[in-house]
């Protein structure tokens, strides 16, 4: 199967979040592709401590040639280039410019920054991808000298 034909991507984004009216129309709330974690004091950490990326991945694919449910799967890859297990969905399409909205919900622990790409597969055929670009920054201070007696 070749997706020439469709599906064809019409949105790809993360956003933190998705309003669908009861007519199917969607609102993307504060649309993100960077995550910004920050640590400050004495002992802050070198390396960056672990984070929940909890955004909303929103897909909107119109169906084109494609007919019936497909699987469409979303493999995170990690900065250093390792895949995670990937989430299967399966979408429902009905032919011609009739479309589908996918939202998914991640809950994905970060533990490096870097740049975290999503892989998109529709029938276990490579679709797109997507960023998230996480960037850790630190600052140390030092402690406030004691009370003096007096």
């Known amino acids: 199967m070749s997706l020439e034909k469709g599906p064809y991507l019409m949105l790809a984004a993360f956003c933190e979040l998705v ?4 007519s199917g ?3 993307l709330i504060r649309i ?3 995550m910004h974690i920050t640590t400050q004091g004495p002992t802050a950490p070198e390396q960056m401590p672990p984070a929940t990326l909890n955004w909303f991945l929103v897909l909107t694919l119109k169906s084109g040639d494609a007919r019936g449910t497909l699987p469409v799967k979303i493999e995170p890859e990690l900065p250093s280039g390792i895949k995670a297990p990937p989430l299967t969905l399966s979408a429902y399409f009905e032919g ?3 479309g589908v909205n996918m939202i998914s919900r991640l809950n994905m ?3 490096m920054p870097g740049i975290y790409w999503f892989w998109i597969y529709v029938n276990d055929i490579f679709f797109t991808k997507i ?3 996480v960037i850790y920054s630190r600052t140390v201070t030092t402690a406030p000298p004691p009370p003096r007696p007096g």
């Open 19 to 22: 309003i669908e009216d009861k």
């Open 25 to 27: 129309v969607l609102s």
């Open 32 to 34: 993100v592709d960077r």
């Open 96 to 98: 011609g410019s009739r």
């Open 109 to 111: 622990k970060l533990e």
């Open 131 to 133: 960023p998230v670009e």
